[in-house]
């Protein structure tokens, strides 16, 4: 058998992207995955009861439709089947007095409807989001480009130039406000403050963490702009088009092949060795997409070099996810206009609610009003279960990965720190009681629930640590240049031949496989 010219190790949406855009240049790549299937943190099962079809990780588009990579491999996706289904309302937020607020895809009509609700508060939006596209070539360039290159150092000087020395300081400087500063000094209304509030949640960032207010308004761009789409039929019909171009492009996808060691060779890496035994050479490199844990604990071992090893050790980890699927009888009856079509909309007291869930998950402590993220696929996608039902996606982004008590002073933290099935069920409990409070009838329409703990969910994928879907702390520090490590360059690793994407890396979290298709470009 011919060696493939590279071999990468996971098969989340990285790794995907990567191996078809270099298939796409002709090299020979295959893909291996430990697991039973391929697709990290895209999985999409019958989890509650049979025709309810569930994403039960990742279930959100934007970030991908939005990516250079859809830009270069969309069409051909097309070709293999992969479809999304979109609503005209992507988000929205409810508190517990029944506020709440609806963002549509229509700028005009989001301007109007937050002007409605606090004077003046819709134009601040429309500034908000429009200097996101006044400053749209120098803010993606650094939030998707390669930092350590020719291009992004051409664009910081012309950027520079055109802005002068001490407006460019003076923008990076505003960049790096955080959500709370952003949302208390620009709108009026705690309602709107609750409706972006949470966002930064899904970047693995918390409403006081310095940039967190710059990724606030980049996702409010982006959900105006875009929506927040999901795949046709499930997240497994995006994998099942990637695994058809991949192969069609002359590569390989192999699942249940663990991977136990990298294989080295004068300083260089040559291959991998399974568990089972197996080594299997490449001609080119070795691309891991997988935590630096993983990469340089497991696979490298004594091999690991030392400065990484160190790195490794200092690497923190951000809070764990927790979720929650339900299988319903009947649509959800909300308590409020317009929030059946949203595709995902935020449970929060409001920007304190957040603040206050963020620190005690922060500190260990399960929140004692966690903020609920809803999704509701059957609104965009009525394929996904039987007519007349529904299904429910639930995130709570603020889950502790250990456990050292119970804000609410209700629930009993075991011994170990570590979760159970028990406190699983009854933490999921607290969630279904704010959830059936702004639904009309919700408890009786409960055909079953199937919840994930943080534990849970790194049983089913080893490179979410503690739960943590965002593949570290997405803080200023491990962040951009500084992703994973203070001495990284790109995707280089300090062994030849071995290459380092995913969510660990530059450009960090997300579905828009942007580690992927940067190495991809370079190599």
């Known amino acids: 058998m011919t060696a493939p010219d590279h071999i990468i190790v996971g098969s989340g949406i990285n790794a995907l992207v990567c191996a078809a855009m270099l298939g796409g240049k002709g090299a020979r790549v295959l893909v291996l995955d430990r697991n039973d299937r391929i697709g990290g943190c895209l999985r999409t099962e019958e989890i509650t009861a049979p025709g309810f079809i569930h994403d039960v990780m990742a279930t959100t588009f934007v970030l991908f439709i939005t990516s250079p990579a859809f830009a270069a491999l969309g069409a051909d996706l097309a070709r293999h089947g992969l479809e999304f289904c979109h609503t005209g309302t992507p988000t929205g937020v409810l508190r517990p007095d029944g506020s709440h607020a609806v963002l549509s895809t229509d700028r005009a009509a989001n301007i109007a409807a937050l002007n409605a609700i606090a004077a003046g508060d819709g134009d601040r939006h429309a500034d908000d989001v429009g200097g996101i596209e006044r400053n749209a070539g120098l803010l993606f360039g650094l939030l998707g480009g390669s930092l350590w290159s020719y291009p992004t150092a051409k664009l910081l000087a012309g950027d520079g130039w055109r802005r002068g020395p001490r407006?460019?300081?003076?923008?990076?400087?505003?960049?790096?406000?955080?959500?709370?500063?952003?949302?208390?000094?620009?709108?009026?209304?705690?309602?709107?403050?609750?409706?972006?509030?949470p966002w930064v949640l899904h970047a693995g960032l918390g409403p006081e963490d310095a940039f967190s207010g710059q990724i606030a308004k980049v996702i409010a761009f982006a959900l105006e702009a875009a929506g927040a789409p999901i795949v046709k039929g499930g997240a497994m019909n995006l994998l099942a088009a990637f695994e058809a171009l991949i192969r069609e492009r002359g590569g390989d996808v192999r699942t249940g092949a663990d991977v136990a060691s990298i294989v080295q060779s004068n300083g260089r890496a040559t291959g991998v060795r399974l568990a089972s035994g197996e080594t299997i050479n490449a001609d080119k490199s070795v691309i891991c997409s997988v935590t630096p844990t993983q990469l340089y604990g497991r696979l490298l071992g004594a091999d690991a070099p030392k400065a990484d090893v160190e790195a490794t050790q200092k690497y923190r980890y951000g809070k764990g996810n927790f979720q929650i699927h339900y299988a319903l009888d009947k649509p959800p009856a909300w308590r409020g206009d317009g929030l059946d079509k949203v595709a995902l909309l935020h449970l929060t007291p409001g920007l304190d609610g957040v603040s206050k869930a963020c620190n005690e998950a922060a500190r260990s402590m399960l929140p004692e009003v966690p903020t609920i993220c809803v999704g509701q696929p059957h609104a965009l996608d009525p394929s996904r279960c039987p007519e007349g039902k529904a299904i429910l996606w639930l995130q709570l982004p603020e889950a502790p990965r250990f456990i050292k008590g119970d804000a609410a002073g209700k629930l009993q933290a075991p011994a170990d720190g570590q979760w159970t099935d028990a406190l699983r069920e009854a933490y999921a409990d607290r969630a279904e009681a704010i959830l059936a409070s702004h639904i009309?009838?919700?408890?009786?329409?409960?055909?079953?629930?199937?919840?994930?703990?943080?534990?849970?969910?790194?049983?089913?994928?080893?490179?979410?640590?503690?739960?943590?879907?965002?593949?570290?702390?997405?803080t200023i520090d491990q962040s951009f240049l500084w992703r994973p490590f203070k001495t990284s360059r790109n995707h280089q690793t300090g062994i030849k031949g071995l290459y380092h994407i995913g969510a660990s890396t530059h450009p960090g979290a997300g579905l828009g496989g942007g580690s992927g298709f940067l190495l991809a470009g370079r190599l």
């Open 440 to 474: 009309d009838g919700f408890k009786d329409s409960i055909i079953a629930r199937r919840a994930y703990s943080p534990a849970d969910l790194e049983a089913m994928n080893i490179n979410l640590v503690g739960g943590d879907p965002y593949g570290g702390s997405s």
């Open 167 to 197: 407006g460019l300081a003076a923008f990076l400087g505003e960049a790096l406000v955080p959500a709370r500063g952003w949302l208390e000094n620009t709108y009026r209304s705690e309602t709107i403050r609750a409706l972006w509030a």
